[in-house]
C-alpha cells in the first residue's frame, strides 16, 4: 500500500464526491393526546415526593438519567401513581435495567393489570433477564387481553430497538413458537431469526407459516419476497410482490418494496410504471416522492428520476439537494454542462462540496483556469478551507495527468505559508508522482524537521526510499520509528514488509504484509504480500491473494504489473 494512499487531509470528506444514498421518507408524527376536563388532575404529593421529583427532572435535564431513575422508582414506590410508575419502568428499561424494570412494570400491572404496555415491558424485561418461562406467562395475560394484534406490535417493538437489543428479543420470541404454535407473530419473529442466522430456508418456512396463519402479516409478505431474492429466486420474490400489490392495491410499503425489487433486477420499466402508481397515489406526499426519485436514480433509471426531480423544484421543494442531485443525474447522462449548472446553484451545508465538484467537471472537460477561477473564488470567501481547497485543487489537476501544474500550484500556496506540513504533504506526494524523489524527500525532511513524531511523513519517507531500493537502512529507521507510533496501521505494516524485503528478509517481510493484508485487503498490499510468498514459493497461496483482490479489483495496476515481472499466471 503506497502511504500516500489512506492519510486523510483537512476537510477531505467535504471534497468528496457528490454520491448519495437515497433518503427514507420521514416518519409520521404520533399523534399527540390533548388534555380535556376528563383527565385526572395530580395527585396531592407530599413536600418529600415533590422534591425528589424536582430532582428527578432536574437530573434528567442534564442527561444524568441514573440519578433521574433512582428519584422516580423511590416516587413510584411511595406514591404508587400510575403516571409515574410507568415513567419510571421506560426510563429502566431505556438504560437496560432490566431487573428494576421488570419490578416497576410489576408494580404497574399491580394497579392496571391489563395494560399492554406494561405487559410488554415485563415480557421483554424477563426475556432480557433469561426468564423464558416467566415470559410466557404474561404473553399468555397479553394475547388474553388484546389479542393475536398486540403480539404483532410487541414483535415490532422488538425489531426496532438497537441491534443487540434486537437479536436478543427476536431469538427469544422466535423460540416461543412451540408454545404457541397459532400465533403468526412469532413465526415471523422465527423467521428474522433464521434469516440472521443464515439459515434462509428455515427463514423462509417459518414466514410461509406465520402468512398462512395470517394472510394480511404486512411484515411476512414483504420478508417472503427478501428471502427469495437472497435465495437467489429472482422470479419468484417478483411474482409473490406482484400478487400481494395486486391484492393489496392501496397499501404503500408493499409497492415500495415491489419497486425496489424491480430496480435491483433491472426491470426499469415495470419500476417506473409502479413509480407512477405511487406517485398518482400520494400526490401531496413529496417526500416520498422525494425518496423514490432517489431510489431511481441510484439504480439507474435516469430519465425517471430526472422527471420526478423536476417535478419536485417545480414544488420548491427541498431545492438545494434537488440541484445536488439533478447535478448528479446530469453526470450519470455525461451532460457535464447541465451537471455543472445544477452544482452552482446548490447552497447551505453541501454548498462548498458541491462547487468543488462543477470544477472537477469543468477540469474534466478541459478548462482548468475556469476551475481555477471557482476555487480561487472560494478560498478567499473561506480562507478557513484555504488549504484544504488547494490541496483539493491539485490533486484534481493531477488525477488529469498534469503533475506539473499540481506543483506549481502547492508552490505557490507554500510561498505564503511555507511551514504548512498539510501543504507540504501533498506536494511531496505530487513529486513523487512527478519522479522528483529529490523535491519529495526535501519536503519530508522538512515536515519532520517541524514534526519529528509525524508518522505518516516518516512512513513515506522511508517506504519511497525501499520502493526506489535506495539507502535501505535509512528507510528500514523511518518505517521503524512509525511503526513504533502506530503499531496496527495498515500502511505502516505494508511499508515495514516492503523494506524487509527489499532488504531480503523474506520471512519477516511475509509476517508484516499478512497482518497489513488481514487488517486491509487493498490491491496494492495483496501485490506485494502475493509477491513475497511467490518467490518463498507459495505461488498456490499466492495465486489465491491476487485473485481475491481482482475480484474485487478486475483492473488493479499493481496485481497486474507484478504478475507480469514475475511471470506469474492465475
Known amino acids: 500500500m503506497s502511504p500516500w494512499s489512506l492519510l486523510p487531509l483537512c476537510g477531505a470528506l467535504l471534497f468528496t464526491g457528490c454520491a448519495h444514498q437515497p433518503a427514507e421518507p420521514p416518519p409520521e408524527p404520533a399523534a399527540g393526546s390533548e388534555q380535556t376536563d376528563s383527565t385526572p388532575l395530580p395527585p396531592g404529593y407530599d413536600s418529600e415526593t415533590l422534591s425528589d421529583l424536582l430532582v428527578a427532572e432536574v437530573a434528567?435535564?442534564?442527561?444524568?438519567?441514573?440519578?433521574?431513575?433512582?428519584?422516580?422508582?423511590?416516587?413510584?414506590?411511595?406514591?404508587?401513581?400510575?403516571?409515574?410508575?410507568?415513567?419510571?419502568?421506560?426510563?429502566?428499561?431505556?438504560?437496560?435495567?432490566?431487573?428494576?424494570?421488570?419490578?416497576?412494570?410489576?408494580?404497574?400491572l399491580e394497579q392496571d393489570p391489563g395494560n399492554e404496555e406494561?405487559?410488554?415491558?415485563?415480557?421483554?424485561?424477563?426475556?432480557?433477564?433469561?426468564?423464558?418461562?416467566?415470559?410466557?406467562?404474561?404473553?399468555?395475560?397479553?394475547?388474553?387481553?388484546?389479542?393475536?394484534?398486540?403480539?404483532?406490535?410487541?414483535?415490532?417493538?422488538?425489531?426496532?430497538?438497537?441491534?443487540?437489543?434486537?437479536?436478543?428479543?427476536?431469538?427469544?420470541?422466535?423460540?416461543?413458537?412451540?408454545?404457541?404454535?397459532?400465533?403468526a407473530p412469532l413465526?415471523?419473529?422465527?423467521?428474522?431469526?433464521?434469516?440472521?442466522?443464515?439459515?434462509?430456508?428455515?427463514?423462509?418456512?417459518?414466514?410461509?407459516?406465520?402468512?398462512?396463519?395470517?394472510?394480511?402479516?404486512?411484515?411476512?409478505?414483504?420478508?417472503?419476497?427478501?428471502?427469495?431474492f437472497e435465495m437467489g429466486e429472482t422470479r419468484d420474490a417478483l411474482r409473490h410482490m406482484k400478487k400481494v400489490v395486486k391484492k393489496y392495491p392501496e397499501a404503500r410499503r408493499p409497492r415500495i418494496t415491489y419497486v425496489r425489487l424491480l430496480l435491483a433486477t433491472g426491470n426499469i420499466g415495470d419500476a417506473e410504471k409502479q413509480l407512477a402508481i405511487l406517485s398518482e397515489q400520494n400526490p401531496n406526499?413529496?417526500?416520498?416522492?422525494?425518496?423514490?426519485?432517489?431510489?431511481?436514480?441510484?439504480?439507474?433509471?435516469?430519465d425517471t428520476a430526472i422527471d420526478q426531480l423536476d417535478a419536485l423544484l417545480a414544488e420548491n421543494y427541498r431545492p438545494n439537494e434537488i440541484h445536488l442531485y439533478l447535478g448528479q443525474a446530469a453526470e450519470q447522462q455525461a451532460d457535464l454542462d447541465l451537471a455543472i449548472d445544477h452544482y452552482l446553484k446548490v447552497d447551505g451545508p453541501q454548498g462548498m462540496r458541491s462547487r468543488v465538484q462543477a470544477a472537477r467537471l469543468m477540469v474534466r472537460q478541459g478548462n482548468p483556469a475556469q476551475a481555477h477561477a471557482l476555487?480561487?473564488?472560494?478560498?478567499?470567501?473561506?480562507?478557513?478551507?484555504?488549504?484544504?481547497?488547494?490541496?483539493?485543487?491539485?490533486?484534481?489537476?493531477?488525477?488529469?495527468?498534469?503533475?506539473?501544474?499540481?506543483?506549481?500550484?502547492?508552490?505557490?500556496?507554500?510561498?505564503?505559508?511555507?511551514?504548512?506540513?498539510?501543504?507540504?504533504?501533498?506536494?511531496?506526494?505530487?513529486?513523487?508522482?512527478?519522479?522528483d524523489l529529490e523535491k519529495m524527500e526535501s519536503d519530508l525532511r522538512r515536515i519532520l524537521a517541524l514534526e519529528p513524531d509525524d508518522a505518516s511523513a516518516l512512513n513515506a519517507l522511508g517506504y519511497t526510499l525501499a520502493n526506489h531500493n535506495l539507502r535501505l537502512d535509512e528507510a528500514l529507521e523511518y518505517v521503524s520509528r512509525a511503526l513504533a507510533l502506530r503499531p496496527e496501521d495498515p500502511a505502516i505494516l505494508d511499508s515495514m514488509g516492503w523494506v524487509l524485503y527489499r532488504r531480503g528478509d523474506l520471512k519477516g517481510a511475509?509476517?508484516?504484509?499478512?497482518?497489513?493484508?488481514?487488517?486491509?485487503?487493498?490491491?496494492?498490499?495483496?501485490?506485494?504480500?502475493?509477491?513475497?510468498?511467490?518467490?518463498?514459493?507459495?505461488?498456490?497461496?499466492?495465486?489465491?491473494?491476487w485473485r481475491d483482490a481482482l475480484d474485487s479489483n478486475p483492473d488493479a495496476p499493481h496485481i497486474r504489473e507484478t504478475m507480469d515481472r514475475l511471470g506469474a499466471k492465475l
Request: hydrophobic share 40%.
Open 187 to 228: 413465526w415471523y419473529a422465527r423467521a428474522v431469526w433464521n434469516e440472521h442466522e443464515g439459515e434462509l430456508q428455515a427463514a423462509l418456512d417459518a414466514d410461509e407459516r406465520a402468512i398462512k396463519l395470517m394472510p394480511r402479516h404486512e411484515d411476512a409478505l414483504l420478508l417472503k419476497a427478501q428471502l427469495l
Open 510 to 545: 511475509r509476517d508484516y504484509l499478512r497482518r497489513a493484508y488481514e487488517k486491509f485487503p487493498d490491491p496494492e498490499v495483496a501485490a506485494h504480500y502475493g509477491e513475497v510468498l511467490w518467490v518463498l514459493g507459495a505461488q498456490g497461496q499466492a495465486r489465491e491473494v
Open 285 to 302: 406526499d413529496l417526500d416520498l416522492k422525494f425518496s423514490l426519485a432517489l431510489l431511481a436514480l441510484e439504480a439507474g433509471a435516469t
Open 118 to 183: 406494561a405487559l410488554q415491558l415485563a415480557i421483554l424485561s424477563e426475556i432480557r433477564l433469561g426468564n423464558t418461562d416467566a415470559a410466557t406467562r404474561y404473553l399468555d395475560t397479553l394475547i388474553g387481553s388484546h389479542g393475536q394484534e398486540s403480539l404483532g406490535r410487541m414483535v415490532s417493538q422488538a425489531r426496532g430497538l438497537d441491534a443487540q437489543g434486537n437479536l436478543q428479543l427476536v431469538k427469544a420470541l422466535a423460540q416461543l413458537t412451540e408454545q404457541y404454535p397459532d400465533q
Open 375 to 435: 476555487i480561487s473564488s472560494l478560498r478567499r470567501s473561506h480562507p478557513e478551507l484555504s488549504t484544504s481547497l488547494a490541496i483539493t485543487e491539485a490533486e484534481i489537476i493531477s488525477s488529469h495527468g498534469n503533475q506539473q501544474g499540481a506543483l506549481a500550484l502547492l508552490d505557490n500556496a507554500l510561498q505564503d505559508d511555507p511551514d504548512n506540513t498539510e501543504l507540504l504533504y501533498s506536494r511531496a506526494t505530487q513529486a513523487e508522482k512527478a519522479g
Open 60 to 108: 434528567a435535564q442534564r442527561q444524568a438519567l441514573g440519578v433521574t431513575l433512582g428519584y422516580y422508582g423511590q416516587a413510584a414506590n411511595t406514591t404508587g401513581d400510575p403516571t409515574v410508575i410507568r415513567q419510571a419502568a421506560q426510563l429502566a428499561s431505556y438504560l437496560e435495567d432490566h431487573q428494576q424494570a421488570l419490578a416497576l412494570s410489576e408494580q404497574w
